[in-house]
């Protein structure tokens, strides 16, 4: 049983253009998400996170939105570049700093020119 | 600084042997972790642990084993290997109180078993 989704294996967008990524978890309890970006041949690497007492974090040019009674959360990418093309991962956990964290299965992103 | 490393980069191993993964980080980290990441189903959680002398299960623990006889090392240990073990290995840490919750990720072991 998948805890946390993302349903779209791959994206594609023009450069510049915004790129949204989505995902979805099933567990109410979750109360922190994260966002990682992994490149080929190289781990995944912390891109942003959001507790649930938000519903909006902004980084530069990446946003993370929280919606708790959807039990969905999205990475907005604006503009998008081509070095953002890569395979981003969402994860969930219950509490702050803690051991555990539920992956998603990731989206593959590619910007192109 | 190295930050987390795993060795080796990638392998071939016959079905039936063993092979322990290693993984060491310069971080002074309590916690470390084990993941496997499999196509269309992400990274999930093998083994982890809190903090040097104690372990736990993950996710899908069956089939390998770890220990932490210290800080800085964490090996995974596949006693008797099977092809359901090909899979591309992440070893993680994270220390006690990170402002994100986030860990840190070595760049992978690929297994492929025979």
């Known amino acids: 049983d998948q805890q946390v989704k993302q349903n779209s294996p791959s994206l594609s967008v023009q450069e510049g253009r915004i790129s949204i990524l989505n995902c979805d978890y099933t567990n109410s309890m979750f109360d922190y998400f994260l966002w990682y970006k992994k490149y080929p041949a190289e781990g995944p690497t912390f891109l942003i996170s959001i507790s649930s007492i938000k519903d909006k974090n902004e980084d530069g040019r990446f946003t993370v939105f929280l919606n708790k009674s959807a039990k969905h959360l999205s990475l907005h990418i604006v503009p998008s570049q081509p070095g953002d093309s890569a395979v981003y991962f969402c994860?969930?956990?219950?509490?702050?700093?803690?051991?555990?964290?539920?992956f998603g299965t990731g989206t593959r992103l590619q910007v192109f020119p | 600084t190295a930050g987390i490393t795993q060795a080796p980069t990638s392998q071939i191993l016959a079905a039936g042997r063993s092979m322990t993964l290693r993984c060491t980080q310069d971080?002074?980290?309590?916690?470390m972790y084990w993941y496997r990441q499999d196509l269309g189903l992400g990274l999930r959680l093998i083994h982890y642990s809190n903090t040097a002398g104690t372990t736990g299960k993950g996710e899908v623990p069956d089939g390998y084993s770890v220990s932490r006889a210290n800080t800085d090392d964490f090996p995974l240990t596949l006693a008797s290997a099977v092809p359901s073990q090909t899979s591309v290995y992440f070893c993680a840490s994270s220390p006690n109180l990170s402002p994100n919750n986030e860990q840190f990720f070595g760049p992978g072991t690929r297994l492929t078993v025979l």
């Open positions: 994860a969930a956990s219950r509490g702050w700093n803690t051991d555990k964290l539920i």
């Open positions: 971080m002074r980290h309590n916690a």
